[in-house]
């Protein structure tokens, strides 16, 4: 039988609260874009971290009466799987957010204008080719068919939403403008300095620095943000 919960105790690390202890019982994410890891369900970004309801009730209310869009589309489901880079948007009231990473390596949304809300920032995963033309999987499930360009896994392009028109490309090379998304250096934003190219079967290594240190880590553990800085709003947090 499948659980559409989760015992607050049992929550990813990446999931943010306001208060662990209040409630033992927290909503499950239905399966979307995003890893269980790497997204959040609707209810718990509605009422634990913009205060939008108390109850489950009142965020199941409120989605059905207003409209709330995640990437400029309506949703109503309030396990909702809401990743890194989504925006959400509430036209009624004027806002408007994008989920990212803060210093603490949790998801959490922030402040964005309108015009910044339809706008979405996707790392390439992964290329391919469908009936003559170049297929880019994004690192927000989507999939995108371009004629033609010089795209690479572990790019970065921004796109609309949710025409899905490609905006801009930036390419990972040096000098390009990064967000960790993993490992124990996760939510920091830094500059690429180096880019390692082991041999087979060896992960790729990247330089990073930032504005107090330096440190290695894993290519994919990045995403490009920009090129000398980032090319939407986040928020910058430096580790001490």
């Given at each position: ?27 499950k994410p239905n399966p979307g874009a995003h ?17 939008h309801g108390n109850t489950t009730r009142e ?118 403008t990064i967000l960790i998304t993993k490992g ?57």
């Amino acid at each position: 039988m499948v659980k559409n919960h989760l015992k607050r105790i049992a929550m990813p690390v990446t999931w943010s609260t306001k208060d662990k202890k209040r409630i033992i019982w927290v909503a499950k994410p239905n399966p979307g874009a995003h890893s269980i890891k790497e997204g959040m369900p609707a209810v718990l970004i509605l009422r634990e971290l913009l205060n939008h309801g108390n109850t489950t009730r009142e965020v199941k209310h409120i989605l059905h009466n207003k409209n709330v869009l995640v990437d400029g589309t309506r949703i109503k489901d309030h396990r909702y799987n809401i990743g890194l880079m989504d925006t959400m948007s509430i036209p009624e009231l004027k806002e408007y957010y994008r989920i990212i990473l803060n210093k603490y390596g949790k998801l959490f949304p922030i402040k964005i204008d309108e015009k910044e809300a339809s706008l979405k920032l996707c790392r390439i995963n992964g290329k391919g080719y469908y009936n003559g033309k170049i297929q880019l999987r994004l690192s927000s499930g989507r999939i995108i068919l371009v004629d033609k360009g010089n795209y690479k896994t572990g790019d970065s392009i921004l796109i609309t939403v949710p025409e899905q028109k490609i905006e801009k490309h930036f390419a990972f090379e040096k000098d390009s403008t990064i967000l960790i998304t993993k490992g124990k250096n996760i939510g920091i934003i830094g500059t690429v300095k180096e880019i390692k190219k082991e041999k087979e079967n060896k992960e790729n290594m990247v330089v990073i620095k930032t504005k107090t240190n330096e440190f290695e880590t894993v290519k994919k553990y990045c995403m490009i943000i920009g090129k000398e800085k980032p090319t939407i709003m986040v928020e910058e947090h430096e580790r001490k």
